[in-house]
């Protein structure tokens, strides 16, 4: 085993930092090179999850305690990266910088796959709306992830899953099911994308509270062999347009008067009943 390269952080302002100190999300995207993207991952948990599901380190930032405590096999399997580290006093002096369990990661942004790569053997399947809140998209893909749905596609207008907000919330869910955005500009939703999801044998289920929606445990909706669980922003919802381009109108039930549910509880709840094969 090598000896791992752990660098003591005196210099706040050294350009290495930059990713975890300095750089914003969209930065960090880089949308016009997405080759060179970047995400951080946190806690030693989320980024065992991220390096099983084959994304590459650039370098560790963590506490000196950690070194030879919770982040000991972490470093073990990254190799010869840059290992920054100092005291937590020290560390929280970082522009922008919050500690969260001690260890961030920087990995570089694998390459999605493709609508048709992950839908080929789905049997359930999530669509996610225009959801701009990553605290959302992170909670449903951990919902996803537990409760048997096959993969996740966003519409280009949703906030990206490997935002840290959302993969600290997916508790690193967003690494073990699969998923990839419905095309690369809004006007490709939702015609272009309804057309695919039909031309690879899906029905779609719209979450929806319409006169004519259908009751979530609907007997049809579980014969269903291919069924895709269509999922809008909070407030909004999903686009009228969009639920008229649906096979089905499906509604959850609620009591006491209480007309939604926020879109992750939502989520959950769908998957649940409609995840069952």
Known sequence: MST???????????????????????QLLNRHEPEKGIFIAESPKVIERALDSGCQPISLLLERKHIEGQARDVIARCGDIPIFTSEFEILT?????????????????PALPSVENIC??????????????????????????ALNIDAVLLTPGCSNPL?????????????QIPWTFLGSEDSEWPDTGMKLLQKLGFKTAA??????SVPIDDARLRTEDKLAILLGAEGDGLAPSTIAGCDYTVRIPMSHGVDSLNVAAASAVAFWELGKK
């Open 163 to 175: 935002y840290r907000r959302a993969i600290r919330v997916s508790m690193g869910t967003v690494f």
């Open 93 to 109: 002096q970082l522009t922008g910088f919050k500690l969260t369990r001690g260890v961030l990661c920087a990995m570089r942004r």
């Open 120 to 145: 080929s053997p789905a049997h359930r399947i999530a669509i996610l709306e225009n959801i701009m809140n990553p605290t959302n998209v992170g909670a449903i893909f951990r919902s996803a992830a």
């Open 207 to 212: 979450m929806a509270l319409r006169d004519d």
């Open 4 to 26: 791992p390269n752990i660098i003591e952080v005196t210099d706040f302002e050294a350009p290495e930092l930059d990713i975890y100190a300095r750089l914003n999300e969209n």
